[in-house]
């Protein structure tokens, strides 16, 4: 079965970096665009990057260009997203979630069909 | 960037209403629509794509129409466990945006 585990949240200063790990199975990652998501604690979600599923190409939610960086190695079925400088605004449960294409007949679009658990970033001196 | 903008932010409803959740797109998207149901503690789950297609294993309860920049959920029904927080996303364009929810709660 697909399955997306996070992990490498934790507690951190502010300015300091960090790196989430989003390791992929049951499915062929490289196949695949794959999201983060962050949700604040009592906040919506927020898009934060993607990556191609052949990892050529990316993009990344504006408030967070030039601090945060999206990778992935698909011989080891991993999403990474590098945080540096890291704000106590950016103290969320980050989510990777897996992007399929749609299939209804006709222009449908993607959607997230898998999400991993989340893990919990908390900027804090 | 698409700014997606969803109504109401929190809705209270009984066992057995019916409610409809509205989003709106600062721009054209098509049907490029999604909506998400998230439980406390869990991550999102997909409901409907494409606007107005059900996710499989999705209570036919739910459903989703609108195209363009109008889009809308509804729950014909309301059943204990549909008590959540709902987003709409979109998927026209990048960046992906979310509707900021619509809190679901049990009057």
């Known amino acids: 079965q697909v399955q997306l585990v996070e992990s490498g949240g934790g507690v951190v200063q502010p300015g300091k970096s960090l790196r989430l790990s989003c390791a992929a199975s049951?499915?062929?990652?490289?196949?695949?665009?794959v999201h983060w998501v962050r949700q604040a604690p009592g906040k919506g979600l927020e898009w934060v990057a993607v990556i191609w599923y052949d990892g050529s190409n990316k993009d990344y939610a504006d408030s967070l260009k030039g601090r945060f960086t999206i990778s992935r190695d698909n011989s080891k079925n991993t999403l990474y997203l590098q945080m540096n400088n890291l704000r106590v605004e950016d103290t969320a449960v980050y989510y990777c979630?897996?992007?399929?294409?749609?299939?209804?007949?006709?222009?449908?679009?993607?959607?997230?069909?898998?999400w991993g658990q989340g893990t919990l970033v908390t900027v804090s001196s | 960037d698409i700014q997606m903008t969803q109504s109401p932010s929190s809705l209270s409803a009984s066992v057995g209403d019916r409610v409809t959740i509205t989003c709106r797109a600062s721009q054209s998207i098509s049907t490029h629509l999604n909506w998400y149901q998230q439980k406390p503690g869990n991550p999102p789950n997909l409901l409907i794509y494409?606007?107005?297609t059900l996710q499989g294993g999705v209570p036919s309860r739910f459903s989703g129409s609108g195209s363009g920049t109008d889009f809308s959920l509804t729950i014909s029904s309301l059943q204990p466990e549909d008590f959540a927080t709902y987003y709409c996303?979109?998927?026209?364009?990048?960046?992906?945006?979310f509707g900021q929810g619509t809190k679901l709660e049990i009057k």
């Open positions: 979630a897996r992007e399929d294409l749609a299939y209804c007949g006709g222009d449908c679009g993607y959607y997230f069909d898998y």
């Open positions: 996303q979109q998927s026209y364009s990048s960046p992906r945006s």
């Open positions: 494409a606007a107005s």
């Open positions: 049951g499915f062929t990652f490289s196949n695949y665009g």
